[in-house]
């Protein structure tokens, strides 16, 4: 495939066809800010913060959304792209609340990010009288919690939802200053078709979307993620377990949509996201019981399997292979449920062995 | 079609039915009818007349005597006088303006003389409801001699001669654009036609819609022919009933002709047309939102490219024109690229459609060719400034335009002359403003819109544009500072760099112009809190002249704030702190005595 050569300020960069001006530039090391554009989602264009210069083009064009073409001069840093940058970021900052200290995204906001690397304390067009959002806090469910004051409507929540979750729950409602986030109109998302399963959470650049159970848990700067396989079902979803290092505890859970081993490709359900509080619970059991005279006594699992060996042989011997019966998982995965279905018709002799799913 | 000795041509449009056009149809039928004359004379409710403020309009053929405001109760004098004697009522007759003296004949009409009429030719002149009448005026021999004698390259060829540009508003070359999607490959293809018209005071597309709806459609299918498009959508706004009523007759006549369907003409071209039906939404005008809608997502604009050429509609290469381009396109097919081309300037050429309004004489739609100037427009055909006030400026454009003034007056239309002066061609609106006009609050009426139709899809647009009506607010409350102005021209560059789409890049131009043009206004606001038109409440004052007070106390006893003071048959004051400029003394004084300045 011939490469496509380009010049990035002033550097020579050769891209593949078929590339955006960002995916030319992130592959030459060169960095553009971006707000609404996520690599796992659609192109939007939205957000404007991504504009660059490009030489014979009368107009800054969106780095995001802007296919490469041969001998383009593009300029990502140019005073006519800084002061169009500044100006929009500095628009999006009249009405999002500079309350960081509190904010649960504070460390990972990406408008944070932005703002601090152009320079940008505060919006120049903020003044009193200032159309303001006063939208309640809406935390009815218990996996998420909405503060659309904060939402600076980048739309990448919807595109979530439209091309990953693939539930379309919510989109863009009303126009102009009004416009904003929502399910399908006069309905709550308790009552939309809103799995939870927290994509919307995970990609949301700000702070207007965040887990509720990761609140006071530790910040993102706090936390070290460990590769790990959620134990909720066969899928087998690639997770990525945030602890918190003071503290070992988790503190979130969240996936990687650029994972190259994650065979859900960074997708997961409600049950992976947010149900981890079990980990810590004090109920939880994390060694065998063995029941003797009517009450458990902790054991390990060489002891524990050789008390349940020793009772099945005994069953089998006493009664026949058909006074056993197996019963498996829909969380176990294909391989254990067949190693199960093996130990049961070729150790123990009997084809009494079915699935939890067939309930 | 039966013959007649005489035709009664009634306006149809919109305008006219809500002036009440249909009584007057339906009483002269009867009064025909009555009379014995129902087999004579022909009856004929037909589109837009372009004169609406002179409705309801009744133009009789073969004479073309042209009758305005004409009522149910008119028509038997009418009947009697005019149909069955002969005799023209005087009293019906358009009455010229100042030196003009009473016009009878429809093509002597200042407002009719100087226009020239392409898009609009049969718009009032047939019968928009029977496919005969659009075919006795050389209805659809445009598509026939293209699918019997021309290649669709040929087509193209002979739209890019004629040089004509989008009539949206764009301006891009019609010919060229169809090239590239001509060009396009794909298995399917679509055309469009663009009738979500929504600028405020705009009114081209819908009477053109309603008027000759056939046109639209034989300009669709050579489209459709010359790019090798087999179906087609007229996306228009469900606050168009009529339009949609007519369009989806004129789709069923046509189909039952054999021009619309499979294997047109008994050829291989078949092209099915649809209509889909907008919910009024103004940024859908914009093609890629435009094309969201139809394909039922919300109406959002998305980033070029790709371009609707190369994937639009379902992602298909598709063409959007809008209503005025496509009622071009028959015309030039049937007459030669040159022929159309022979009009207008050197890079715009043939005619515009404007929408006449605001504070002229005459309002209603007007084709021009290009060139002509905007003050041939408002003084000729336009009748000059209502009540013989002074002229004061035209917004030209809609609200993605500017305000022009007095100077460029003589300028000859053009989308380059209008551009170079800050403001653009848009779909032709034409807003006339005399002295009493207050330009702030035009253009913070112009910048209400765009804000409330912004999709809210990028910042710019959608946070940019409501803290300049903001600012615009103070403005005209008399609240606003010197550095406003900063504020305002900054954020307008801005909102122009950086916006998404043409709603955006263009909705600061009417704040741009007009404090280019008319900053002393904006200054007056902030510097003397005086609004110099008087048109903005907050900052009007109202005063009571001593000299002409008879002290009535009849505007102490309406004021109700308690604001004016005084004895009986002693001149009062109006305690301005108090004051609420609700107006209420200025009309009850007998002797106009108040003064709002």
């Known amino acids: 495939m011939q490469g496509i050569d380009l010049t990035i300020n002033g550097k020579k960069v050769v891209a593949e066809p078929g590339m955006t001006i960002l995916q030319a530039a992130r592959k030459a090391g060169i960095h553009i800010p971006t707000l609404c554009e996520h690599p796992a989602l659609p192109v939007a264009g939205a957000c404007r913060v991504c504009l660059v210069e490009v030489e014979k083009n009368p107009k800054l064009l969106t780095a995001c959304s802007s296919p490469v073409a041969p001998g383009m001069v593009i300029h990502t840093h140019s005073p006519r792209v800084l002061e169009a940058r500044k100006a929009v970021v500095e628009l999006i900052l009249i009405r999002h609340p500079l309350d960081c200290f509190s904010c649960p995204s504070n460390g990972k906001c990406e408008l944070q990010e932005v703002a601090y690397e152009l320079g940008i304390r505060d919006s120049s067009f903020k003044e009193e009288g200032d159309t303001c959002n006063s939208y309640a806090l809406e935390d009815a469910n218990p996996f998420y919690v909405r503060d659309m004051n904060k939402c600076i409507l980048c739309g990448r929540c919807i595109r979530a939802c439209d091309s990953l979750a693939r539930y379309h729950a919510i989109d863009f409602q009303n126009r102009g200053i009004k416009a904003m986030v929502q399910p399908p109109v006069g309905r709550d998302l308790e009552h939309s078709d809103c799995t939870f399963c927290g994509q919307c959470v995970q990609l949301c650049p700000v702070g207007a979307l965040s887990e509720k159970a990761s609140a006071g848990q530790g910040r993102p700067w706090e936390l070290e993620s460990v590769k790990s396989t959620c134990s909720y079902c066969g899928v087998g979803c690639e997770l990525n377990i945030q602890v918190n290092r003071k503290t070992g505890r988790i503190a979130n859970v969240t996936t990687d949509y650029q994972s190259p081993t994650g065979i859900n490709e960074g997708r997961c359900c409600v049950k992976g996201r947010f149900a981890w509080q079990y980990v810590h619970s004090e109920d939880r059991l994390t060694r065998p019981l063995i029941k003797e005279n009517g009450s458990f006594r902790e054991a390990g699992w060489a002891e524990a399997l050789s008390v349940i060996a020793g009772r099945m042989n005994a069953i089998k011997e006493d009664f026949g292979s058909d006074a056993v019966g197996f019963f498996s998982s829909a969380r176990c995965t294909n391989e254990e449920n067949f190693l199960l279905q093996r130990l049961s018709r070729e150790v123990m002799g009997t084809n009494n062995v079915d699935h939890c799913a067939h309930l | 079609m039966g013959l007649y000795r005489s035709h009664v041509l009634v306006c149809g449009g919109t305008g006219c039915v809500s002036s009440g056009s249909q009584a007057v149809l339906d009483a002269l039928k009867k009064g025909l009818a009555d009379k014995g004359l129902d087999k004579e004379i022909l009856v004929v409710a037909t589109g837009c007349h372009g004169m609406c403020e002179m ?15 004409v009522t149910a109760a008119d028509v038997p004098e009418l009947v009697e006088e005019h149909l ?3 005799r023209i009522v005087d009293r019906l007759i358009y009455k010229g303006e100042g030196t003009v003296a009473d ?11 100087k226009q020239h009429r392409i898009a609009l030719r049969n718009c009032g002149y047939i019968n928009p409801e029977n496919i005969d009448e659009y075919i006795a005026r050389d209805g659809y021999v445009a598509l026939v001699k293209a699918v019997t004698e021309m290649t669709p390259d040929d087509v193209i060829e002979t739209v890019k001669e004629s040089g004509l540009r989008g009539r949206g508003g764009g301006g891009f070359p019609t010919g060229l654009k169809w090239s590239f999607c001509a060009r396009s ?25 309603e008027g000759d709806p056939h046109a639209i459609v034989e300009g669709m299918l050579l489209g459709a022919y010359a790019m090798g498009a087999s179906e087609g959508y007229v996306y228009c706004r469900a606050e168009y009933p009529l339009a949609i009523r007519r369009l989806k007759r004129t789709i069923e006549q046509a189909t039952e002709y054999g021009f619309l369907g499979d294997n047109i003409l008994g050829t291989d071209f078949s092209f099915h047309l649809h209509i889909k039906e907008g919910a009024g939404a103004f940024v859908c005008g914009e093609e890629t939102a435009l094309m969201a809608s139809i394909e039922g997502q919300r109406g959002m604009p998305r980033p070029r490219p790709p371009f609707p050429a190369n994937k639009g509609l379902w992602g298909k290469p598709t063409n959007i024109n809008n209503v005025e381009t ?4 028959a015309s030039i097919i049937r007459n030669g690229g040159a022929w159309y081309a022979a009009l ?32 041939e427009i408002v003084f000729e055909i336009g009748g000059g400034i209502l009540n013989g006030k002074k002229f004061k400026a035209v917004q030209i454009g809609g609200p993605s335009g500017g305000c022009l003034t007095e100077e460029h007056l003589d300028i000859p239309i053009s989308y380059e002359s209008l551009s170079q002066v800050g403001a653009i061609m848009g779909s032709g609106g034409l807003v006339v403003m005399d002295e009493d006009n207050c330009m702030v609050d035009v253009a913070k009426f112009f910048l209400e819109f765009t804000q409330a139709e912004s999709c809210g899809k990028c910042p710019p647009c959608r946070e940019g544009t409501k803290k300049m009506l903001d600012i615009l607010g103070r403005i005209v409350a008399g609240k606003g500072t010197p550095e406003d102005l900063d504020s305002l021209q900054y954020l307008g560059t801005m909102i ?22 008319f900053r002393d206004e904006y200054e007056a606001h902030i510097n003397e809190k005086r609004c110099p038109a008087g048109a903005c409440v907050e900052l009007a004052r109202y005063v009571i002249d001593a000299k002409k007070c008879i002290g009535c106390t009849k505007c102490a006893k309406v004021c109700p704030v308690g604001a004016i003071s005084g004895t009986v048959k002693q001149p009062h004051v109006i305690d301005q702190d108090k004051c609420i400029k609700c107006g209420a003394c200025a009309e009850a004084c007998p002797v106009k005595a108040i003064d709002r300045r």
Request: proline share 7%.
């Open chain 2, 496 to 517: 122009k760099e950086t916006s998404l789409c043409g709603l955006g890049q263009t909705a600061p131009n009417p704040v741009l112009t007009t404090l280019r043009y």
């Open chain 2, 103 to 113: 016009v009878p004949h429809y093509t002597d009409i200042p407002f009719y003389k």
């Open chain 2, 185 to 209: 490959a794909g298995d399917k293809k679509y055309v469009i036609c663009n009738a979500d018209e929504g600028d405020p005071g705009a009114f081209m597309d819908r009477s053109l819609l």
């Open chain 2, 326 to 329: 496509w009622a071009n396109v």
């Open chain 2, 84 to 86: 069955f004697k002969g």
């Open chain 2, 55 to 69: 409705g309801p309009i009744v133009v009789v053929y073969p004479e073309g005597t042209f009758y305005c405001r």
């Open chain 2, 344 to 375: 207008g300037t050197e890079k715009s050429k043939g005619t515009k459609v404007f929408a006449l309004t605001g504070k002229v004489n005459h309002t209603g739609l007007v084709e021009v060719p290009m060139g002509t100037t905007i003050r």
